[in-house]
């Protein structure tokens, strides 16, 4: 069963202090790992998609990486902006037609000014 | 660009009652989803429409959930009765059909079960 585990649950930053978010993932033949920001009462906003290992795609303080077997979402230097919950998901090629994410509980990022 | 839009943004109702809401997807994308997410967990795939046929609807409640898109455009989820275990946020998302590109949400209707 294709599966989406991240880590840590929450973390606490100051602002200035780069860390990484971590997602590991099971999955019958990947079809895209996706990247997603949500705010609170918002819906999850698009970030990445990365299609094979050693892959990497960077937006503003963000660098996303992947692996077979885990993805690092890396912030550096981070403001109190990025503060929000990372969501990582998975799509596998179970299913045929059908293009369902697979979401993990996300991790909830505090950066302090 | 204008995003997925969705209605209402809250709703509140007692336990066997129904609710319907209402998505309407970014221009262009033939492909349409419904995910609910229950607090502190991750979206959950409910439904995915491929113009105005379903894709995927393993995981849809079927005994109480329904969801219709006529024309291939707009769509609307509904949940008759409702039980309390679906208090959650239901997301609407869209893509273009090609299974590499994104899922683009919005904001939900937040769903309290009283």
């Known amino acids: 069963e294709d599966q989406v585990t991240q880590s840590p649950e929450a973390l606490r930053l100051q602002e200035g202090e780069s860390s990484s978010l971590n997602c590991s993932y099971t999955?019958?033949?990947?079809?895209?790992l996706f990247w997603y920001r949500q705010d609170p009462g918002k819906g999850p906003e698009f970030l990445f998609t990365?299609?094979?290992a050693g892959e990497e795609k960077e937006k503003e303080r963000l660098k996303a990486t992947l692996t077979k077997k885990e993805s690092f979402l890396h912030i550096t230097a981070p403001k109190p902006e990025d503060s929000a919950t990372y969501l990582c998901?998975?799509?596998?090629?179970?299913?045929?037609?059908?293009?369902?994410?697979?979401f993990g509980t996300g991790t909830l990022l505090a950066v302090q000014p | 660009e204008a995003g997925v839009a969705q209605s209402p943004r809250y709703k509140i109702i007692e336990k066997r009652q129904s609710v319907a809401f209402w998505c309407n997807p970014i221009?262009?994308?033939?492909?349409l989803y419904w995910y609910q997410q229950i607090l502190g967990q991750g979206p959950k795939l409910l439904i995915q429409?491929?113009?105005?046929?379903?894709?995927?609807d393993s995981q849809l409640p079927k005994d109480r959930f329904s969801a219709e898109r006529l024309k291939g455009v707009d769509s609307t989820l509904k949940i008759q009765p409702a039980k309390l275990e679906d208090s959650a946020v239901y997301l609407c998302?869209?893509?273009?059909?090609?299974?590499?590109?994104?899922?683009?949400f919005g904001d939900g209707t937040r769903l309290s079960i009283l």
């Open positions: 998302a869209s893509s273009h059909p090609d299974s590499y590109q994104p899922q683009h």
């Open positions: 999955v019958s033949g990947l079809r895209g």
């Open positions: 990365l299609y094979s």
């Open positions: 998901a998975v799509r596998s090629n179970y299913g045929g037609a059908t293009n369902k994410l697979i």
């Open positions: 221009s262009g994308h033939a492909t």
């Open positions: 429409f491929q113009n105005n046929g379903v894709v995927d």
